[in-house]
C-alpha cells in the first residue's frame, strides 16, 4: 500500500497565522507567556517563558482546520528546531473532545524530522494520561504544541513543515 504525504502546514515568509492561536497557562492562573510568529529565514517560532507561579506550568500553540479524514496515513512527520527541552505534539480527532492526543519530543537544537506513529499518540486531559485508547487514526482536526517540563524555563521551537506521512 502507497501512503502519499500530507502537508498540512509548510511555513514560510508569507505563511498566514490566522487559525494558529496561543493558549497559555493563564487559562488556568498561570503566567506563562508565548508568542507565534515567522522568522525571517520563513519558519514558524514559538518560544516565550513558562511560569510556574499561580500554579502555572505550561503554554501551547493550537492550530484548527476543518477535519480531515487520515485513515490513509500512519504517522504525523514533523521538521522542526529545537532547544534542547522536551515538547509535547497534540492533535485531536473532534473538537467536542475534552482531550487530545499526545507525545513527547526531545530536541536536539539542530533541525531534526521527527516521525511521531499514531498509534503511539496517548490521550491526555490537563497534563494526566488517560485510561483510554490511542489515537484512531480516523478523523484530525487539530494540532498543536506545547512544553510543559515542570519547571520555570525559556524556550524556542522552530518549525518549518507539519505533515502526514
Known amino acids: 500500500m502507497i501512503v502519499n504525504n500530507l502537508?498540512?502546514?509548510?511555513?514560510?515568509k508569507d505563511s498566514t497565522l490566522a487559525n494558529w492561536h496561543v493558549?497559555?497557562?493563564?487559562?488556568?492562573?498561570?503566567n506563562s507567556e508565548a508568542q507565534f510568529g515567522i522568522n525571517s529565514e520563513g519558519?514558524?517560532?514559538?518560544?516565550?517563558?513558562?511560569?510556574l507561579e499561580n500554579n502555572g506550568g505550561f503554554t501551547s500553540v493550537r492550530y484548527r482546520f476543518t477535519p480531515i479524514d487520515v485513515r490513509s496515513h500512519q504517522k504525523v512527520v514533523l521538521r522542526i528546531k529545537g532547544d534542547g527541552k522536551t515538547y509535547q505534539f497534540r492533535l485531536k480527532s473532534s473538537l467536542n473532545d475534552a482531550h487530545s492526543y499526545a507525545k513527547l519530543f526531545t530536541t536536539t537544537g539542530k533541525w531534526q524530522?521527527?516521525?511521531i506513529h499514531f498509534a503511539d499518540m496517548h490521550p491526555r486531559f490537563r497534563g494526566r494520561v488517560l485510561n483510554s485508547p490511542n489515537y484512531p487514526g480516523e478523523s484530525l482536526c487539530e494540532i498543536a504544541f506545547l512544553i510543559a517540563n515542570k519547571k520555570a524555563e525559556t524556550f524556542c521551537l522552530e518549525i518549518d513543515e507539519i505533515s502526514l506521512n
Open 7 to 12: 502537508i498540512l502546514f509548510d511555513f514560510n
Open 113 to 115: 524530522t521527527i516521525e
Open 23 to 30: 493558549v497559555n497557562d493563564g487559562v488556568m492562573g498561570g
Open 43 to 51: 519558519h514558524a517560532v514559538f518560544s516565550g517563558e513558562v511560569s
